[in-house]
Protein backbone atom coordinates (compact mmCIF):
# COMPACT_ATOMS: atom_id res chain seq x y z
CA UNK A 1 0.00 0.00 0.00
CA UNK A 2 1.28 3.36 -1.04
CA UNK A 3 -0.45 5.31 1.30
CA UNK A 4 -1.73 7.58 -2.09
CA UNK A 5 -5.46 6.91 -2.70
CA UNK A 6 -7.96 7.12 -5.22
CA UNK A 7 -11.06 7.40 -6.30
CA UNK A 8 -13.22 6.11 -7.89
CA UNK A 9 -11.22 2.60 -8.88
CA UNK A 10 -13.72 1.93 -12.10
CA UNK A 11 -15.70 4.88 -14.35
CA UNK A 12 -17.34 4.18 -17.28
CA UNK A 13 -19.33 7.63 -18.52
CA UNK A 14 -20.57 8.70 -22.36
CA UNK A 15 -18.40 10.94 -24.80
CA UNK A 16 -19.54 14.55 -23.63
CA UNK A 17 -19.92 14.35 -20.43
CA UNK A 18 -17.62 15.55 -17.59
CA UNK A 19 -16.11 13.14 -14.80
CA UNK A 20 -14.19 14.51 -11.49
CA UNK A 21 -11.58 11.93 -10.36
CA UNK A 22 -9.99 12.46 -6.68
CA UNK A 23 -6.44 11.88 -5.32
CA UNK A 24 -5.65 11.96 -0.97
CA UNK A 25 -1.95 11.90 -1.08
CA UNK A 26 0.42 10.11 1.34
CA UNK A 27 -0.28 11.85 5.02
CA UNK A 28 2.43 14.70 4.78
CA UNK A 29 2.95 14.78 1.03
CA UNK A 30 2.54 18.39 -0.32
CA UNK A 31 3.14 17.43 -4.00
CA UNK A 32 0.81 15.67 -6.50
CA UNK A 33 0.97 14.74 -9.71
CA UNK A 34 -1.26 13.49 -12.25
CA UNK A 35 -0.59 10.63 -15.33
CA UNK A 36 -2.53 9.13 -18.11
CA UNK A 37 -1.40 5.49 -19.14
CA UNK A 38 -2.81 4.67 -22.11
CA UNK A 39 -1.86 1.19 -24.30
CA UNK A 40 -0.19 3.33 -27.31
CA UNK A 41 1.50 6.40 -25.32
CA UNK A 42 2.32 4.88 -21.51
CA UNK A 43 2.54 6.96 -18.82
CA UNK A 44 2.19 10.52 -19.65
CA UNK A 45 2.78 13.09 -17.05
CA UNK A 46 -0.55 15.83 -16.62
CA UNK A 47 0.23 18.39 -14.29
CA UNK A 48 1.72 19.02 -10.94
CA UNK A 49 0.39 20.68 -7.93
CA UNK A 50 2.22 21.60 -4.92
CA UNK A 51 1.00 22.76 -1.69
CA UNK A 52 -2.06 23.67 -3.50
CA UNK A 53 -0.79 25.74 -6.16
CA UNK A 54 -0.06 24.29 -9.77
CA UNK A 55 3.47 24.11 -10.30
CA UNK A 56 3.80 22.88 -13.86
CA UNK A 57 1.72 21.26 -16.92
CA UNK A 58 2.12 18.06 -19.32
CA UNK A 59 0.39 16.68 -21.59
CA UNK A 60 -2.59 18.04 -21.05
CA UNK A 61 -5.84 18.78 -22.68
CA UNK A 62 -7.59 22.12 -22.60
CA UNK A 63 -10.29 20.17 -21.68
CA UNK A 64 -8.69 18.47 -18.43
CA UNK A 65 -8.04 20.46 -15.33
CA UNK A 66 -6.98 19.69 -12.00
CA UNK A 67 -7.22 21.56 -8.61
CA UNK A 68 -5.39 20.78 -4.93
CA UNK A 69 -7.72 21.68 -2.06
CA UNK A 70 -6.23 23.12 1.39
CA UNK A 71 -6.28 19.88 3.12
CA UNK A 72 -3.86 18.81 0.12
CA UNK A 73 -6.27 15.87 -1.54
CA UNK A 74 -6.75 16.72 -5.39
CA UNK A 75 -8.98 16.40 -8.34
CA UNK A 76 -8.80 15.81 -11.61
CA UNK A 77 -11.97 17.26 -13.85
CA UNK A 78 -12.24 15.42 -17.30
CA UNK A 79 -14.87 17.47 -19.33
CA UNK A 80 -16.26 16.87 -23.24
CA UNK A 81 -15.18 13.46 -22.97
CA UNK A 82 -14.43 11.98 -26.23
CA UNK A 83 -13.41 7.63 -26.67
CA UNK A 84 -10.04 8.58 -26.42
CA UNK A 85 -9.62 9.71 -22.87
CA UNK A 86 -10.00 6.09 -22.28
CA UNK A 87 -7.05 5.90 -20.15
CA UNK A 88 -5.81 4.70 -16.52
CA UNK A 89 -5.31 7.94 -14.65
CA UNK A 90 -2.77 7.86 -11.76
CA UNK A 91 -2.10 10.32 -9.37
CA UNK A 92 1.32 10.52 -7.47
CA UNK A 93 2.58 12.00 -4.29
CA UNK A 94 5.28 13.14 -3.05
CA UNK A 95 7.34 15.28 0.10
CA UNK A 96 9.50 17.03 -2.82
CA UNK A 97 9.11 19.78 -5.49
CA UNK A 98 11.04 17.27 -7.05
CA UNK A 99 10.83 13.64 -8.88
CA UNK A 100 13.39 11.71 -6.38
CA UNK A 101 10.46 9.90 -4.64
CA UNK A 102 7.07 9.75 -6.15
CA UNK A 103 4.10 7.46 -5.02
CA UNK A 104 0.67 6.12 -6.92
CA UNK A 105 -2.13 5.13 -6.37
CA UNK A 106 -4.06 2.12 -8.21
CA UNK A 107 -5.42 4.53 -10.63
CA UNK A 108 -8.98 4.92 -11.95
CA UNK A 109 -9.73 3.55 -15.03
CA UNK A 110 -12.14 5.62 -16.91
CA UNK A 111 -13.57 4.09 -20.09
CA UNK A 112 -15.96 6.50 -22.47
CA UNK A 113 -18.21 5.03 -24.10
CA UNK B 1 9.12 10.56 -29.84
CA UNK B 2 9.70 8.45 -27.45
CA UNK B 3 12.27 10.43 -24.71
CA UNK B 4 12.89 7.31 -23.23
CA UNK B 5 13.29 3.87 -25.13
CA UNK B 6 13.23 0.66 -22.84
CA UNK B 7 14.18 -2.65 -24.76
CA UNK B 8 13.07 -5.28 -24.88
CA UNK B 9 9.90 -4.58 -25.54
CA UNK B 10 8.50 -8.27 -24.26
CA UNK B 11 10.93 -10.61 -22.72
CA UNK B 12 9.99 -14.12 -21.66
CA UNK B 13 12.29 -16.34 -19.93
CA UNK B 14 12.58 -19.47 -17.61
CA UNK B 15 12.84 -19.62 -13.81
CA UNK B 16 16.46 -19.56 -12.88
CA UNK B 17 18.16 -17.41 -16.19
CA UNK B 18 19.33 -13.88 -15.59
CA UNK B 19 18.35 -10.31 -17.81
CA UNK B 20 19.12 -7.27 -18.83
CA UNK B 21 16.77 -4.37 -19.66
CA UNK B 22 17.47 -1.49 -20.88
CA UNK B 23 16.29 2.37 -20.82
CA UNK B 24 17.97 4.84 -23.24
CA UNK B 25 18.25 8.21 -24.29
CA UNK B 26 19.67 10.86 -26.27
CA UNK B 27 18.42 13.30 -23.55
CA UNK B 28 19.98 14.01 -19.83
CA UNK B 29 18.16 13.46 -16.98
CA UNK B 30 19.17 14.74 -13.23
CA UNK B 31 17.83 11.22 -11.88
CA UNK B 32 16.55 8.50 -12.98
CA UNK B 33 14.30 5.65 -11.64
CA UNK B 34 13.03 1.83 -12.05
CA UNK B 35 9.20 0.79 -11.06
CA UNK B 36 7.31 -2.05 -11.49
CA UNK B 37 3.71 -1.93 -12.02
CA UNK B 38 1.34 -4.85 -11.83
CA UNK B 39 -1.73 -5.62 -13.49
CA UNK B 40 -4.60 -3.15 -12.26
CA UNK B 41 -1.83 -1.66 -9.65
CA UNK B 42 -0.09 1.70 -10.18
CA UNK B 43 3.56 1.63 -10.57
CA UNK B 44 5.50 1.17 -7.26
CA UNK B 45 9.12 2.66 -7.03
CA UNK B 46 12.30 0.14 -6.95
CA UNK B 47 15.20 2.67 -6.88
CA UNK B 48 16.63 6.28 -7.78
CA UNK B 49 19.60 6.65 -9.20
CA UNK B 50 21.04 10.17 -9.32
CA UNK B 51 24.72 10.14 -9.92
CA UNK B 52 26.04 9.61 -13.51
CA UNK B 53 27.89 5.79 -13.42
CA UNK B 54 26.01 4.92 -10.15
CA UNK B 55 25.29 1.11 -9.17
CA UNK B 56 22.58 0.42 -7.08
CA UNK B 57 21.65 -3.17 -5.47
CA UNK B 58 18.15 -4.68 -4.47
CA UNK B 59 18.90 -7.98 -3.13
CA UNK B 60 19.33 -9.88 -7.10
CA UNK B 61 18.33 -6.61 -8.79
CA UNK B 62 21.08 -4.33 -9.66
CA UNK B 63 20.45 -0.86 -11.23
CA UNK B 64 23.07 1.00 -13.20
CA UNK B 65 22.64 4.43 -13.92
CA UNK B 66 25.41 5.95 -17.36
CA UNK B 67 28.52 7.61 -17.02
CA UNK B 68 26.49 10.67 -18.91
CA UNK B 69 23.32 10.24 -17.54
CA UNK B 70 21.54 9.46 -20.37
CA UNK B 71 20.91 5.78 -19.69
CA UNK B 72 20.42 2.89 -17.47
CA UNK B 73 19.83 -0.98 -17.20
CA UNK B 74 18.64 -3.30 -14.55
CA UNK B 75 19.96 -7.01 -14.16
CA UNK B 76 17.66 -9.46 -12.65
CA UNK B 77 20.01 -12.50 -11.28
CA UNK B 78 18.28 -15.53 -10.90
CA UNK B 79 15.03 -14.77 -12.05
CA UNK B 80 11.75 -15.99 -9.93
CA UNK B 81 8.26 -16.18 -11.27
CA UNK B 82 7.48 -13.28 -8.72
CA UNK B 83 9.52 -10.88 -10.86
CA UNK B 84 6.63 -10.86 -13.72
CA UNK B 85 5.29 -7.91 -14.60
CA UNK B 86 5.40 -4.41 -16.14
CA UNK B 87 9.30 -2.82 -15.68
CA UNK B 88 8.91 1.11 -16.22
CA UNK B 89 11.95 3.60 -16.31
CA UNK B 90 11.47 7.05 -15.60
CA UNK B 91 13.61 9.92 -15.78
CA UNK B 92 13.46 14.03 -14.45
CA UNK B 93 15.21 15.86 -17.25
CA UNK B 94 17.45 18.79 -15.78
CA UNK B 95 15.35 21.64 -15.32
CA UNK B 96 12.32 20.00 -16.21
CA UNK B 97 8.75 18.91 -13.66
CA UNK B 98 7.24 15.60 -13.93
CA UNK B 99 8.49 12.25 -14.84
CA UNK B 100 9.16 11.20 -18.61
CA UNK B 101 8.85 7.56 -18.51
CA UNK B 102 9.53 4.58 -20.84
CA UNK B 103 7.03 2.49 -22.48
CA UNK B 104 8.03 -0.12 -20.45
CA UNK B 105 9.27 -3.98 -20.77
CA UNK B 106 6.64 -6.79 -20.04
CA UNK B 107 8.51 -9.59 -18.13
CA UNK B 108 7.29 -13.00 -17.72
CA UNK B 109 9.45 -15.56 -16.11
CA UNK B 110 8.16 -18.91 -16.22
CA UNK B 111 7.89 -21.59 -13.82
Known amino acids: DSGVTQTPKHLITATGQRVTLRCSPRSGDLSVYWYQQSLDQGLQFLIHYYNGEERAKGNILERFSAQQFPDLHSELNLSSLELGDSALYFC????????????FGQGTRLTVV | TQLLEQSPQFLSIQEGENLTVYCNSS?????LQWYRQEPGEGPVLLVTVVTGGEVKKLKRLTFQFGDARKDSSLHITAAQPGDTGLYLC???????????FGKGTHLIIQP
Open chain 2, 27 to 31: SVFSS
Open chain 1, 92 to 103: ASSGHRGNTEAF
Open chain 2, 90 to 100: AGTLDGADGLT
